[in-house]
C-alpha cells in the first residue's frame, strides 16, 4: 500500500515535468525542391542567446523583396501575387532577358514598359513598377479576373479578346498561367497560416502527452482513495 500512495504523486510530478506541455512549433517546406530549406525539427531544441551575428531568419530573404513589396503596396496588388510572377518570370534576376526581348524582373516587353512611362527596364525599380503598372491595369480591364489578367500579361490582352475572355489555347500561357496560381497559393499559405499536411505529425505528437495524463490523474485519485479508506484509519 505504501507503493501505491508514492506511485500516485510521483507520477502526477513525472508527468508535469517531462516537458510534454512545451510549446509545438509548425514548419513548412517549400513546393518546389531547388529552393526547399531543410525542415525544421517540430520541437527545436533550446539555444542559447543569438547575437546579432548568429540571427537566421525564419525564411529565405528574397532579391529586391523589400522594393518588391513595396511597388506592390504602390499599385494596390497583393504583393504575394507579385512575388510568384517574378519567381516564375525571372527567379528574382534583373538580368535576366527572353529570347522575344522582354527584360528584368518581370520580364516586361519595351514597348509595355514606355506605354505606362518607364523606358530604363534595365533599372530594377522601373522595371517593377512598369510590370505592376500593366498587371494593374489588367486586373482592371479584366473585371479583377486574376486568372484572365495573368494570362494576358504573358500572352497580351488581345489574345483574351481574341478567344472570347478566355484563356488562349497556347501551351506556354497554359503552363505560365499554372504555374504562377501555384506559386501565389503556396505563398498565401506560407505567409497566412500553418502548412495543413503538418497537421497529422503534431496529433501524433500530442497523444502520448495526453496518455501519460490521464495515467498521473487516474494514480493520483487512487491514492487520496486508499488514504481515505476505513481500513487506513484504523489502522
Given at each position: 500500500?505504501?507503493?501505491?500512495?508514492?506511485?500516485?504523486?510521483?507520477?502526477?510530478?513525472?508527468?508535469?515535468?517531462?516537458?510534454?506541455?512545451?510549446?509545438?512549433?509548425?514548419?513548412?517546406?517549400?513546393?518546389?525542391?531547388?529552393?526547399?530549406?531543410?525542415p525544421?525539427?517540430?520541437?527545436?531544441?533550446?539555444?542559447?542567446?543569438?547575437?546579432?551575428?548568429?540571427?537566421?531568419?525564419?525564411?529565405?530573404l528574397?532579391?529586391?523583396?523589400?522594393?518588391?513589396?513595396?511597388?506592390?503596396?504602390?499599385?494596390?496588388?497583393?504583393?504575394?501575387?507579385?512575388?510568384?510572377?517574378?519567381?516564375?518570370?525571372?527567379?528574382?534576376?534583373?538580368?535576366?532577358?527572353?529570347?522575344?526581348?522582354?527584360?528584368?524582373?518581370?520580364?516586361?516587353?519595351?514597348?509595355?514598359?514606355?506605354?505606362?512611362?518607364?523606358?530604363?527596364?534595365?533599372?530594377?525599380?522601373?522595371n517593377?513598377?512598369?510590370?505592376?503598372?500593366?498587371?494593374?491595369?489588367?486586373?482592371?480591364?479584366?473585371?479583377?479576373?486574376?486568372?484572365?489578367?495573368?494570362?494576358?500579361?504573358?500572352?497580351?490582352?488581345?489574345?483574351?479578346?481574341?478567344?472570347?475572355?478566355?484563356?488562349?489555347?497556347?501551351?506556354?500561357?497554359?503552363?505560365?498561367?499554372?504555374?504562377?496560381?501555384?506559386?501565389?497559393?503556396?505563398?498565401?499559405?506560407?505567409?497566412?497560416?500553418?502548412?495543413?499536411?503538418?497537421?497529422?505529425?503534431?496529433?501524433?505528437?500530442?497523444?502520448p502527452?495526453?496518455?501519460?495524463?490521464?495515467?498521473a490523474?487516474?494514480?493520483?485519485?487512487?491514492?487520496?482513495?486508499?488514504?481515505?479508506?476505513?481500513?487506513?484509519?484504523?489502522?
Amino acid at each position: 500500500m505504501g507503493l501505491l500512495l508514492a506511485c500516485g504523486p510521483v507520477a502526477l510530478v513525472c508527468a508535469q515535468d517531462s516537458g510534454l506541455d512545451a510549446p509545438l512549433t509548425w514548419t513548412r517546406g517549400d513546393l518546389e525542391s531547388d529552393i526547399s530549406p531543410a525542415p525544421a525539427p517540430l520541437v527545436p531544441p533550446p539555444s542559447p542567446p543569438a547575437s546579432a551575428a548568429s540571427v537566421v531568419p525564419s525564411r529565405p530573404l528574397l532579391p529586391y523583396g523589400p522594393l518588391i513589396d513595396s511597388v506592390a503596396r504602390e499599385y494596390h496588388l497583393d504583393p504575394r501575387l507579385l512575388h510568384a510572377m517574378i519567381h516564375v518570370e525571372s527567379r528574382y534576376q534583373q538580368g535576366a532577358v527572353s529570347n522575344k526581348g522582354a527584360v528584368g524582373l518581370m520580364q516586361v516587353m519595351p514597348l509595355t514598359g514606355a506605354r505606362f512611362g518607364y523606358t530604363d527596364l534595365s533599372n530594377a525599380p522601373d522595371n517593377l513598377r512598369a510590370g505592376a503598372a500593366y498587371l494593374r491595369w489588367l486586373l482592371d480591364h479584366f473585371d479583377h479576373n486574376l486568372e484572365l489578367s495573368i494570362a494576358a500579361y504573358n500572352a497580351g490582352e488581345g489574345a483574351i479578346k481574341k478567344y472570347g475572355r478566355e484563356i488562349p489555347p497556347y501551351p506556354e500561357t497554359q503552363t505560365y498561367v499554372t504555374r504562377v496560381m501555384a506559386r501565389y497559393r503556396e505563398n498565401t499559405m506560407g505567409f497566412a497560416a500553418p502548412d495543413q499536411t503538418r497537421q497529422p505529425e503534431v496529433r501524433a505528437t500530442e497523444n502520448p502527452s495526453t496518455a501519460l495524463r490521464s495515467a498521473a490523474v487516474f494514480l493520483h485519485t487512487l491514492g487520496s482513495l486508499l488514504l481515505a479508506s476505513p481500513e487506513h484509519e484504523d489502522g
